[in-house]
């Protein structure tokens, strides 16, 4: 009787624990349970170069300077000079693991009381990165919105890149 | 029983420790990149002494007159010189210390009472850079082609300093 009481008792307590975990297999008892666990190494995420879209001349009209990965600069209704770089980075996890980059949709550079908005930002390490060999580099490109006649002025800003398993 | 229940309930721990790893949350990298742009003026060019050839007087076969940067006058023989020349004289502002470089029109005429004369062949002594207060002053120098038998009068003409980046 002890022994059946005692027994009866996990039983329960293991359906309660099952029901906590969303399952409606409670009761089921004669099924063995899979774990699985992966033990991958915290992610390192290290910028070497920072974004810098270099010398814009400003026209009567808003435009844009598009920052492509590759560093190039594609002026609308502005004057590119020089100067401009990719966002590159450097993040290291656990080998042949699959990561994902996210990237924010707004930033803002300001220089005193001005401001102007980067956005559309983009990455060169595919659709499907993978930390191969532990390491995974990738550039960042982005578009910046420039007003018309906008201001004369060093523009400094941040934005953020999260990198996950 | 006793046996069954215990075997189930290590099994559903497990699963919840993989739950746990498979978190992502827990796993993310996050880094503030930096992003950068500077905004320049175009550039402004001013005028701040015309050129001047100052009264030549041509032998009849005409010929080049050479103006300097110095302000001096050079041709072959036969001509003379009354008056003061001057060398054009610019200031350019644009960015501290970029570089840029000075350029002029092609195909000048300077005209009066008699057949227009040419103006072409322009030197100028413009540094490399802006200076540090965003500055570049420079003289223009040209020749003069005088035509044989040129008619004697005022003469006039215009034309194109561009300064760039």
């Known amino acids: ?165 | 029983m006793l046996a069954r229940a215990s075997s189930r309930s290590p099994a559903l721990a497990a699963g919840a420790l993989a739950l746990v790893l498979g978190t992502p949350v827990a796993l993310a990298t996050t880094e503030r990149g930096r992003a950068s742009a500077t905004i320049v003026q175009g550039i402004v060019v001013t005028e701040a002494v015309p050129m001047s050839f100052a009264a030549v007087a041509p032998p009849p076969s005409g010929g080049a007159i050479v103006l300097s940067t110095a302000g001096t006058i050079k041709s072959s023989g036969g001509f003379a010189f009354r008056g003061t020349p001057a060398p054009g004289a610019f200031n350019a502002r644009g960015l501290p210390h970029h570089p840029t470089s000075v350029s002029f029109s092609t195909g000048n005429l300077v005209t009066g009472p008699g057949p227009a004369m040419r103006l072409g062949a322009f030197t100028n002594n413009a540094a490399p850079n802006f200076d540090g207060t965003a500055n570049l002053n420079f003289a223009v120098g040209a020749t003069l082609v005088i035509n044989p038998n040129q008619t004697p009068g005022q003469y006039s003409g215009t034309y194109a300093v561009i300064v760039n980046y």
């Open chain 1, 1 to 165: 009787m002890i022994a059946k009481m005692q027994s009866r008792s996990l039983a329960l307590a293991a359906a309660t624990i099952a029901v906590g975990l969303g399952s409606h297999q409670a009761l089921a008892t004669s099924q063995t349970g899979t774990a699985k666990a992966a033990i991958v190494a915290a992610i390192v995420l290290t910028e070497n170069t920072n974004m810098n879209f270099g010398f814009i001349i400003p026209s009567a009209s808003a435009g844009t300077a598009v920052l492509a990965t590759t560093g190039t600069v594609t002026p609308t209704s502005v004057t590119y000079l020089n100067g401009a770089a990719a966002g590159q980075w450097t993040a290291t996890g656990t080998a042949t693991q699959p990561a994902v980059i996210t990237l924010d949709a707004s930033d803002t550079l300001t220089s005193g009381g001005n401001t102007m908005t980067v956005d559309t930002f983009n990455h060169d390490a595919g659709g499907s990165p993978v930390f191969t060999l532990g390491t995974l580099s990738f550039h960042v490109g982005a578009t910046l919105h420039v007003g018309a006649n906008q201001a004369a002025g060093s523009y400094l800003g941040t934005y953020t890149v999260v990198v996950n398993y």
